[in-house]
């Protein structure tokens, strides 16, 4: 069933606050494209937006707060991101930043990793539903993966319709661009998403950016980037002497260590919620390694195998 495309009145904005604290999805548009929200701190509202998406990777998700002072509680500030966010917040940019030890967003919305992407919305009713919402929402573009990102309501009942519990209707997005994402997290600021903001904008405010071509880190795109200091044993049907298990369905081996079941169900939706929590609490000396069982290949289960898979990659 296709969900209801309502007026961005005050009323359904209070509503939309609301049912993202419930755990439901809600669409919203923003100055840059309509985004598919989530209260950012919920493991399973987190792996619903991914299961919405149909994306095939867990890549992190820019989580949008109201500004400054909000952010700094889930990302560590340095002087150029205090002066990027003084120039160009709310605005369309985004800033990737090393994670607070506080911070309380989902690890899921950050891939596991400990940076986090955080912007600030200039669009009003953007800015209506963070706060009626009261706490970080993660929002990537409300449409299918692969698809072209939305810039009305009707676009995004076209993709997601059914997968949505409201799509507030604040008309065309202004600037039809997603944010420019702009990593922080070394000496040398990078652009790993060009956007609204240029390049030279940025540059004037705190210097020059790394060359075009020049390393940087992606965050997602290293083969071993998610690794565990353990090693991981997958598609386990047993369990060998002092290995730790990430457990799946209702069938789980004994004999573990330590068990750990991402869905005692056979819920690829709870499992992608656990899954980096767990693996970092099974992560741990005393165990010899972490056996996984099998997960399924569809829906959910190819972006855990996808993580898993890099995870368990050995540096040759």
Known sequence: ?????????????????????????????????????CDATDDRAVAAVFAAKGRPEFNPLIVHVLGR??????????????????GFWPGPLTLVLPRSAACPVSLLATAGLDTIAVRAPSHPVARAVLEAAGRPIAAPSANRSGEVSPTTAAHVADSLGGEVAMILDGGPCPVGLESTVLDLTGAHAAIL????????????????????????RAPGMLARHYATRLPLRLKAHEVRPGEALLAFGPDAPMGAAHTLNLSPGGDLVE???????????????????????PIPEQGLGQAINDRLRRAAARLA
């Open 69 to 86: 002072s909000e952010a700094a509680v889930l990302a560590e500030f340095d002087a150029r991101a205090d002066t990027l966010a003084a």
């Open 193 to 216: 998403r060009p956007g609204a903001v240029t390049e030279e904008a940025i540059a004037a405010r705190i210097g020059p950016l790394a060359p075009p071509g020049a390393a940087v």
């Open 1 to 37: 069933m296709a969900a209801r495309v309502v007026p961005a009145s005050p009323e359904n904005i209070a509503r939309a606050g609301a049912l993202l604290r419930a755990g439901r999805l809600v669409a919203f548009p923003t100055e840059t494209v309509y985004g598919l929200g």
């Open 271 to 293: 499992a992608a919620a656990n899954l980096f929590a767990m693996m970092r609490t099974l992560d741990r000396p005393g165990f010899s390694a972490i056996a996984v069982m």
